[in-house]
T-cell receptor, first 114, second 109 residues
């Protein structure tokens, strides 16, 4: 148990659906992250939030829309996804952003787009 | 471009020692992390190196040579539960984390 929870753990959605992924951290951290993990590929950083402000968006398609209502919660809203978006989506948090602090990961949401 | 190289897969025997290498080419260096990820689970932090040398933590040790752009993770007295993927990540001069694709370690009895 890392102190970071994600729901749902598994999600199957059609290309026309709208769904949201939820992440919550119970560690009192100030920074939160969304990553995409595809098989045999490096983790891809999607979004970074520091104190609820987005500090980075790594050229992610607009069909992925993040939301950070407070420093403990992070959402990833999904709409009109493509099959190549099927992957494991990991949420992480760290004490601060951009410093030598390790990141604590949630268990991920396994997303399948049909 | 920035690049982290790790072997895709390694196999070792229970009770033995295994060394997982990581080489990196990044724009600057502000530390190197090792994470362990069991199948279907979250990556968990193992070690952090920012200075050259060996950091020992129980059965696991991590080594760094900044001049060579090289690190390794050494696992001793291997146990079946050590079967997992091991991820190397480097923080560059902009404090961005650059990740390797991970090394899948298979432990055999």
């Amino acid at each position: 148990e890392t102190g970071v929870t994600q729901t749902p753990r598994h999600l199957v959605m059609g290309m026309t659906n709208k769904k949201s992924l939820k992440c919550e951290q119970h560690l009192g951290h100030n920074a939160m992250y969304w990553y995409k993990q595809s098989a045999k590929k490096p983790l891809e950083l999607m979004f970074v939030y520091s104190l609820e402000e987005r500090v980075e968006n790594n050229s992610v398609p607009s069909r992925f829309s993040p939301e950070c209502p407070n420093s403990s919660h992070l959402f990833l809203h999904l709409h009109t996804l493509q099959p190549e978006d099927s992957a494991l989506y990991l949420c992480a948090s760290s004490q601060e952003e951009g410093a030598a602090y390790e990141q604590y990961f949630g268990p991920g949401t396994r997303l399948t787009v049909t | 471009g920035q690049n982290i190289d790790q072997p895709t897969e390694m196999t070792a025997t229970e009770g033995a020692i295994v060394q997982i290498n990581c080489t990196y080419q990044t724009s600057g260096f502000n530390g190197l992390f090792w994470y362990q990820q069991h199948a279907g689970e979250a990556p968990t932090f193992l070690s952090y190196n920012v200075l050259d040398g060996l950091e020992e933590k129980g059965r696991f040790s991590s080594f760094l040579s900044r001049s060579k752009g090289y690190s390794y993770l050494l696992l001793k007295e291997l146990q079946m539960k050590d079967s997992a993927s091991y991820l190397c990540a480097v923080r560059d001069s902009n404090y961005q984390l650059i990740w390797g694709a991970g090394t899948k370690l298979i432990i055999k009895p």
